[in-house]
């Protein structure tokens, strides 16, 4: 098949209605639109990822969708060759700021199956019948549909992955029946639940042993998580490294810490591999499984296009030889909201290494521990914003004003006056950042970069960024005005800047694009 050219980009809110351009991807087999919309086949009642090797259909037979719970809604199935589903994310949940983005990210964490609807809508400050016109609108599947799909993708892995009796899988994925359950599994696999394990065992995805009863092991599950190349995994792993809390994360090769779930505690171990991303996770309840994995592909930017970044920064004349010399560069993002919030804070106006000092020292004293931690594993969870409120004085050491600040911001995240997730407005949740005493523009902007992925943030006051503009021949009064060439990847820009402000140039040659 003769190969062609397709730019991708997310830039383009509503992909899947640009049917030309989404059967060019198709008929080429770009693996870079993987996640960015479902192709489906009237012929077949099929739906499949971009990159499927089966042969293409005409085109008078496919139509696109965004999603593929919209897919599903249409009466199409998932391809048992492609498996639509096990694809990374689209990366216009990180690139967009409306309605439908900030769903899709709330409802990827489980929102809908913890709260329904109704919390869901809540936490995006829209009435119910809003949200589902906007949702259909603009993702071609309403809340329900969306987070059925979800609950689809979960059942799957654990069916395939663990030994859990069918029954506890059903509701670990958050169905409410198992009629409901085995209904939903034969609709979108078009097998049932132990058609689809046995199959997962002809093809040697070994199912791996998960006793939901033993609180001291927890439910330990190996999973294999996607991202589009290329992807700088050293330098996730270096970032985090250097601001690992002694007691909830260590680095060694691989990258291990602590979770805060909804229904307890979790562990994880992540490894990149060539290929994807390995993931051990071990849970105190397995329900949390989503939630999990949601937070870590957040944590390591998974859902990035490293592609769109590249074709923007490449050609550059100040950074475009870090861009070639390390493409794929990502920008880490958190795995709990008030966590990053009281890390921020105790990293103002102080180094790195000392600001972890303070959280480890914060850990030591007000962690909790984690009874299904391995040995060699962190075992603490970062504290609780209401115990930091409660203790914040006996343990911390330095100024009585910035002590008083942050138990001031940990009080109130702990009685919700503060409420820091996935799901906020940007500006609303920078305009309540900044109206808490001790949180200036540099911490409500690092949170919104790291929490919301905000892909055209610059921290241009941050002083090792500067110090990396500097490196560059970039003065400080000439950064804001020449960073408007990296729109809109300006966080991904002051990645590379925070790294040549420690790092030896590249030695690697380039030449400057006209």
Known sequence: MAQVTVTASPMCAGLWRDTERCYRAVSSRDARFDGQFVVAVRTTRIYCRPSCPAMTPKPQNVEFFPTSAAAQSRGYRACRRCLPDAVPGSPEWDVRADLAARAMRLISEGTVEREGVSGLSRRLGYSERQLSRVLNTELGAGPLALARAHRAHSARVLIEMSDLPITDIAFAAGFSSVRQ???????????????????????????????????????????????????????????????????????????????RLPHGPAVVRVTARPTHVECVVRLADVRDLSGAVSRVRRLWDLNADPQAVFDCLSGDPVIGSWVH??????????????????????????????????????????????????????????????????????????????????????????????????????????????????????????????????????????????????????????????????????????????????????????????
């Open 181 to 259: 359950f085995n209904d939903t599994i034969r609709e979108v696999f078009a097998r049932t639940p132990s058609e689809l394990r046995a199959a997962a065992a002809r093809r040697g995805h070994g199912r791996q042993h998960a006793n939901p009863h033993a609180p001291s092991t927890g439910v330990r599950l190996c999973l294999r998580l996607p991202f589009r190349e290329p992807f700088d995994a050293s330098g996730v792993l270096d970032f985090l490294s250097a601001r690992a809390v002694p007691g909830v994360e260590a680095v060694d090769g691989d990258y291990r810490r602590t979770l």
């Open 325 to 514: 010399a390390t493409p794929g560069i990502r920008v880490p993002g958190a795995v709990d909201g008030p966590e990053l919030v009281l890390r921020a804070i105790l990293g103002q106006q102080v180094s790195v290494a000392a600001a972890r000092t303070a959280a480890g020292r914060l850990t030591a004293d007000l962690g909790e521990p984690v009874a299904i931690a391995s040995d060699g594993d962190p075992a603490r969870l970062f504290p609780s914003p209401a115990t930091v409120a409660e203790h914040a004085d006996e343990v911390l050491t330095g100024p009585r004003r910035r002590i008083a600040a942050i138990r001031g911001v940990a009080a109130a995240l702990a009685s919700g006056t503060l409420d820091v997730h996935v799901g906020r407005e940007a500006d609303e949740l920078r305009h309540d950042l900044l109206s808490m005493p001790g949180i200036g523009p540099w911490t409500a902007d690092y949170v919104l970069m790291r929490l919301l992925h905000r892909t055209d943030l610059l921290l241009d006051t941050d002083r090792a960024l500067l110090r990396g503009a500097q490196v560059l021949g970039l003065s400080p009064a000439r950064l804001a005005d020449h960073a408007r060439r990296w729109r809109p990847w300006r966080s991904y820009a002051g990645m590379y800047l925070w790294r040549a402000s420690s790092a030896p140039h590249p030695r690697r040659p380039w030449k400057e694009t006209p």
